[in-house]
């Protein structure tokens, strides 16, 4: 089955300290992997996105990784501005049609 | 500016009644999507628009009808028929159906009393 995996599911932080967000996949057919970002009760905002393997998004104290299996959203020296739920987002030929397949979400709190 | 607008934010229905989301886009984007959105899950599309008149199914279309009759539109209509509609709405869209990102509006918060 196709699957997106995000881990943690919630991370707390110091206005500071730097981490890491995991997305991890199981689709076949990889056509792109999407990074947003969504505050409460509003619509998320597009970040990055990422084709193949190796590639690298930065925009400011986020950079995000791609490999055959998994994305990585690094997130360097955070502000508490940087809390928010990050999505991941992959688009994949599933059983012959374009679908984008989403994670359940990263809570990052980041406390000042 | 150019962007994708929800409305209402909020809206508030009755068991047995049919309500509609609006959704407008001035993007001149070709492609249209209504996802759902619940505690702890990930986004799951209800139903997507690739070009005027026409529609598709996406993975939880029941209890939902859309139309697509202008560029700029893609109402959602809850019916009385999905049972549990208490949820966050969300429409996109996106230049193409292909490999184009998707931009979300800001969503619409629907509860049943």
């Known amino acids: 089955e196709d699957q997106v995996t995000q881990s943690p599911e919630a991370l707390r932080l110091q206005e500071g300290e730097s981490s890491s967000l995991n997305c991890s996949y199981t689709?076949?057919?990889?056509?792109?992997l999407f990074w947003y970002r969504q505050d409460p009760g509003k619509g998320p905002e597009f970040l990055f996105t990422?084709?193949?393997a190796g590639e690298e998004k930065e925009k400011e104290r986020l950079k995000a990784t791609l490999t055959k299996k998994e994305s990585f959203l690094h997130i360097t020296a955070p502000k508490p501005e940087d809390s928010a739920t990050y999505l991941c987002a992959v688009q994949a030929v599933i059983q012959g049609a374009q679908k984008l397949v989403f994670g359940q979400g990263t809570r990052l709190t980041i406390n000042p | 500016d150019g962007g994708i607008t929800q409305s209402p934010k909020y809206l508030f229905r009755k068991e047995g009644q049919n309500v509609t989301l609006s959704c407008e886009q001035n993007l001149n984007h070709d492609a249209m999507y209504w996802y759902r959105q619940d505690p702890g899950q990930g986004l799951r599309l209800i139903y997507y628009?690739?070009?005027?008149?026409?529609?598709q199914k996406g993975d939880i279309a029941e209890g939902y009808s859309v139309s697509r009759e202008k560029k700029e539109s893609f109402p959602l209509t809850v019916t009385s028929a999905q049972k549990n509609p208490t949820a966050f709405y969300l429409c996109?869209?996106?230049?193409?159906?292909?490999?184009?990102?998707?931009?979300f509006g800001p969503g619409t918060r629907l509860t049943v009393l």
């Open positions: 996109a869209s996106s230049i193409s159906r292909a490999t184009d990102t998707q931009y």
């Open positions: 628009s690739q070009i005027v008149n026409d529609f």
């Open positions: 990422l084709y193949s």
């Open positions: 689709v076949s057919g990889l056509r792109g």
